[in-house]
C-alpha cells in the first residue's frame, strides 16, 4: 500500500490508523498547490479532485475519502481492531466519521483553512463552532475516545483538531476534548505519524519562506 | 423504525432507501427552524444538532449522519442489495457516500441553501460545482449508477441533485447528470418518495407564506 499524503493534512489520519495497524505500506508526498508528485506527474492522474489522502493498494486500485480509506484500512487489519466489524457499533463508527467528515472538517475547518476563502466566509465557517464542538464536550466529559476502544474515528477526529492551532482556536475552552487530543498525543502510532508529518511540514513551510 | 425527516432535506434519501427495501417504518416531520415536533417537544433532545435524518429504531436508538443511516437501512434489509456487504465494492460505496457528503452537501449545497449565507459565502460554494460535477459526469458518462446496481449512495446523490432546481443551478449543462436524475425519478421508491415529501414541502411553503 502507498499512501499519498501531505504534511499535517487529514491524510495525517490514514498514516495513524497504518501505524496503529503495523501495516507494510509507503508514503508518498503530493504537492497540493501545484497537485504534483516529486517526479513531476500528475496527482490528478491518480485522483481527479486532487484531495488527500489517496490510498493505491496492491492490485492498482485507488481509494479517496477520508472516511473510505480509513476504514478500508480497519478492515484489511482486523487484528488491529480499529473498527467493530459490524452491528450498531459499526453504525456508531460510520456516524461519528460522518460527523467529522461533514461538520468539523468541510463544515468548518475548510473554510478556516481555504487560503481563498474570505473572512466573511471563514465568520460562516467559525459560527458553527461552538455548536459543534459542545457535542463533543459533552461526549468526552462521559468517555475517554468517541467509541469504547480506540479506532480510525480518533485518528480522523485527532488529525482535525490539531488544526486548531493554526486558525487559533483555544482547544482549553473545552477541556475534555483538550484533555482527549492530549492523550491521543501520547499514544506511540499518533506520536510517531505525527512527529514526522510536523517536521514535514514545517520544512516546507521554510522552503516556502525562502 | 421511525424517521425523523425535514420535506425534500437530505433524509428524503433515507425514505428513498427504506422504500426501496420496503422496510416496516414510520415517519415524523420535524420543523427544522423551532427544532420541534409537531406535538411541541424538543428535537434536540433525540438529535442534539438538530439535523435531519434521525432515525429511531426499535431498541430507542437514535441513528444520525445521512452516511451512517443510509448504511444502517442497507445493513438491516440485505436482500435489498443495497450496500455490497464488504470488501472493495463497500469500500467504493462509502468512498461515494463520503464524496456526496463533503464534496457536495456540505462543500457546495449547504453555502447555496443556507438562509444566513451571504452572496460571497454562496459564490464560495458555487465555485467549486464544476469541478465536483464534471468528476460526476465523466463517472455517469461511463455507468449508469455509481455503483453496478442500484444502492444508497444513489439515494444520497439523487436527493442532492433535487436540490439544484431551488438553487438555480442548470443542470443540462452536464447531460449524463441529468439523465442519472431522470432514470432515477422514474424507479418507483425514488417517484413515491419524491412525491410525497414535494406534496409536504410545497405546503409548508404555502403555510410560510399565508
Known amino acids: 500500500m502507498n499512501l499519498h499524503f501531505a504534511p499535517m493534512a487529514c491524510s495525517l489520519a490514514t498514516r495513524i490508523a497504518l501505524y496503529e495497524a503495523g501495516a507494510p505500506a509507503s508514503f508518498t508526498p503530493v504537492n497540493l498547490k501545484s497537485k504534483s508528485l516529486a517526479d513531476g506527474s500528475s496527482f490528478l492522474d ?3 479532485l486532487g ?3 489517496a490510498l493505491l493498494i496492491d492490485d492498482g486500485t485507488v481509494i479517496t475519502e477520508s472516511t473510505a480509506v ?3 484500512v480497519a478492515d484489511r487489519f ?3 481492531k480499529l473498527a467493530p466489524p459490524s452491528g450498531l457499533q459499526r453504525t456508531r463508527l460510520q456516524q461519528w466519521l460522518g460527523f467529522i467528515g461533514t461538520e468539523l472538517h468541510k463544515g468548518i475547518f475548510i473554510p478556516l483553512l481555504d487560503l481563498h476563502a474570505s473572512d466573511e466566509v471563514k465568520r460562516w465557517g467559525r459560527d458553527k463552532l461552538a455548536s459543534r464542538f459542545a457535542l463533543l464536550q459533552a461526549h468526552l466529559e462521559r468517555q475517554d475516545l468517541l467509541l469504547d ?3 480510525v474515528a480518533d485518528a480522523y477526529l485527532f488529525t482535525i483538531l490539531n488544526w486548531t492551532r493554526v486558525t487559533g482556536i483555544d482547544l482549553s475552552r473545552w477541556p475534555a476534548i483538550a484533555a482527549y487530543h492530549q492523550r491521543l498525543a501520547q499514544r506511540p502510532a499518533f506520536r510517531k505519524a505525527t512527529a514526522e508529518e510536523w517536521a ?7 522552503n516556502k519562506n525562502n
Open 78 to 80: 482486523p487484528e488491529s
Open 149 to 151: 476502544e480506540i479506532s
Open 70 to 72: 480509513l476504514q478500508y
Open 46 to 48: 491518480l485522483a481527479p
Open 51 to 53: 484531495q488527500v489522502p
Open 200 to 206: 514535514l511540514y514545517q520544512a516546507e513551510e521554510a
